[in-house]
């Protein structure tokens, strides 16, 4: 009689729980490293942002008779037009605004200081004090 010889190969399983623990401890060193690089991102495009708001509320002050826009979207239709949409907060989901994705937005008059304005994310502060988040929390 005939014996039929089969081939072993393959991965046994030992060989596959080691492979599946190695890809878990890498998952586990680069997953937090690519949050980081997401916040840090995030708080970049926020500092952009409130750099181009601050000189779109000056040049609206300035085009329309000392007066700051009521609202950051204001500043779409205004004569002449200073921006072409407001820019979106990567932190604010618009839960506590009612308006998704905006930065706060506030303005006012001092009787000593005078005119006065506030646009800033609802994200975090950076740590060395270089602009980017927190709007007072």
Known sequence: MERIRRSHSGFTLVELVIVMAVISVILSVTIPMLRGMQNESQLSKA?????????AITSYWKNNGNVFP???????????????????????????????????????????????????????????GGGGGGCGG
């Open 47 to 55: 500092e952009g942002d409130l750099k181009t708001l601050k000189s």
């Open 70 to 128: 009521a609202t950051i979207g204001a500043m779409v239709n205004a004569s002449p037009q200073i921006i072409s949409e407001p820019p979106k907060d990567p932190w604010n989901t618009g839960s506590d605004t009612g308006e998704p994705g905006t930065y706060a937005y506030i303005n006012g008059i001092d009787a000593t200081a005078g005119p006065w304005f506030l646009a800033c994310t609802q994200g975090p502060r950076r740590e060395n």
